[in-house]
């Protein structure tokens, strides 16, 4: 069931909070400042649109101000500059600051989690993905298709060169079963209520199940329960306050990205 021990049996690392003191910490840090920042300005870079049949669908299009409408480019979130307009000067949205947060503390549970392995490469990768396509849910409802494939084909092709580099391909095929088995219930959940689960959340659930299924098959299901939790969590005071339009404000992508991190992080003491 569990291709996590034989990925990791290998190599000794020390994991937790001491793995901090590791000079991994250094390149980790970075890598999620780069990434969390970029993936934070291409999810404001995507905004709802419709196309000539009438389905909604996220289109790639400028980051803009709210404000002003002026253009942020990715050289404008740099340290000191980064949650400000360079147009009007005023605060950005808190998703600006919140997604490059979200990016570093994600990648720094995964050095927790794995240590200084390289297991924790392709799960470093998954974070920024889950950052994209969570915040681009929370602005427009949407998942954009190009996210969730770009993130499967390069998760795949890292999980697999690490696979190969400590010669047990055959781990992959857990991968592939878990990300089959997220999908297939997600996809049935999607035909029984289309209208409360859009087919963004089911392509993202390949992804989801892809690297839950890597460490092992059965964390597909919890990864799934903890990500209805994590949803119901912020969906109930929606409920509360909004109503029966709850659902325009509440997504259920960021939840599953939340099940997964946490699946991910707690997979010692839940399989």
């Known amino acids: 069931m569990s291709a996590l021990g034989s990925l990791t049996a290998p190599l000794a690392a020390t ?11 250094i390149p980790v840090v970075v890598w999620a400042f780069i990434a969390g920042t970029t993936a934070t300005w291409i999810a404001h870079r995507y905004r709802e649109a419709t196309d000539s049949d009438g389905y909604e669908f996220a289109e790639l299009a400028a980051a803009t101000c709210e404000r002003c409408d002026h253009t942020v480019s990715l050289a404008e979130t740099i340290p000191g500059r980064l949650g400000i307009c360079g147009g009007c000067g005023r605060a950005l949205p808190a998703t600006w600051i919140g997604g490059v947060l979200a990016s570093i503390a994600g990648c720094l549970a995964m050095l927790a989690t794995f240590g200084a392995r390289a297991i924790v490469v392709p799960y470093l990768w998954l974070i920024p993905v889950l950052v994209t396509a969570a915040l681009v849910d929370l602005r427009t409802m949407l998942i954009p298709k190009r996210v969730v494939w770009i993130g499967v084909g390069v998760g795949l092709g890292l999980m697999t060169a690490t696979a190969a580099w400590m010669g047990i391909i055959s781990s992959l095929t857990s991968a592939l079963i878990g990300a089959g088995a997220y999908f297939a219930v997600m996809f049935v959940l999607h035909v029984v209520n289309p209208n409360g689960l859009g087919f963004g959340d089911v392509r993202l659930a390949v992804l989801l199940g892809l690297y839950l299924g890597w460490i092992d098959i059965r964390l597909t299901l919890i990864g799934l ?29 960021p939840g599953l990205a939340v099940g997964t991190i946490v699946a991910v992080c707690c997979y010692s003491l839940v399989v």
């Open 225 to 253: 329960f903890i990500g209805n939790v994590s949803y119901l969590a912020y969906a109930l005071p929606q409920r509360i306050r909004h109503g029966k339009d709850a659902g325009r404000f509440s997504p259920f992508g």
């Open 15 to 25: 994991t937790g909070i001491d793995a901090f003191s590791t000079i991994a910490l």
